[in-house]
């Protein structure tokens, strides 16, 4: 248990579907982040929210629309997703930026989305 | 994109020390050495990290080559829970970015 805790923990849905999936840490945290880790694949950086602001958007396609209402919670909306979107999505959480002698995230387990 | 490169994977044996090696030649002065492992279909763990001095916890020692151009991940005596995927990241300290690579794959066997 690292504090990091998304919901669900499996979806599978239709290209036509709209969903959410769902990130809350109860660490006290301030930055929040969402990965994307296709197989084989190294896990790539999607969004970064700080103090509820988004600082990073690393070019993601508009079908992926993150929110963050509190520094508590990250939602990433889905809508009309590819079956390439297949991958497992992983939350993560740290103290914004590092401070002196860094400071480490946590991730949660994250969810296996199969689009179909 | 990753600044580090790392064998593709590795293996010893239970009970010894796994010594897990990084490059990082282009590694500037206000960047931190990150360790993190993710053990099958779960999220990366945070294991370890350093900016210039060695730094031990109690899972890992970090050992930082003077000119900071590379670093080795110790696991002093490896179990069969310490197989996994561990990653050697760079960090600047005042980036939220944790780019990660591909990764080392150890195998620790019985």
């Known amino acids: 248990e690292t504090g990091v805790t998304q919901t669900p923990r499996h979806l599978v849905m239709g290209m036509t579907n709209k969903k959410s999936l769902k990130c809350e840490q109860h660490l006290g945290h301030n930055a929040m982040y969402w990965y994307k880790q296709s197989a084989k694949k190294p896990l790539e950086l999607m969004f970064v929210?700080?103090?509820?602001?988004?600082?990073e958007n690393n070019s993601v396609p508009s079908r992926f629309s993150p929110e963050c209402p509190n520094s508590s919670h990250l939602f990433l909306h889905l809508h009309t997703l590819q079956p390439e979107d297949s991958a497992l999505y992983l939350c993560a959480s740290s103290q914004g930026r590092t401070p002196i002698g860094g400071t480490e995230a946590f991730f949660g387990q994250g969810t296996r989305l199969t689009v179909v | 994109d990753a600044k580090t490169t790392q064998p593709p994977s590795m293996d010893c044996a239970e009970g010894r020390a796994a010594n897990l090696p990084c490059n990082h030649s282009?590694?500037?002065?206000?960047?931190?050495v990150y360790w993190y492992r993710q053990i099958h279909s779960q999220g990366p763990q945070y294991i370890i990290h350093g900016l210039k001095n060695n730094e031990t916890n109690e899972m890992a020692s970090l050992i930082i080559t003077e000119d900071r151009k590379s670093s080795t991940l110790i696991l002093p005596h490896a179990t069969l829970r310490d197989t996994a995927v561990y990653y050697c990241i760079v960090r600047m300290d005042s980036s939220y970015k944790l780019i990660f690579g591909s990764g080392t794959r150890l195998l620790v066997r019985p």
């Open positions: 929210y700080s103090l509820e602001e988004r600082v």
């Open positions: 282009t590694i500037s002065g206000n960047e931190y």
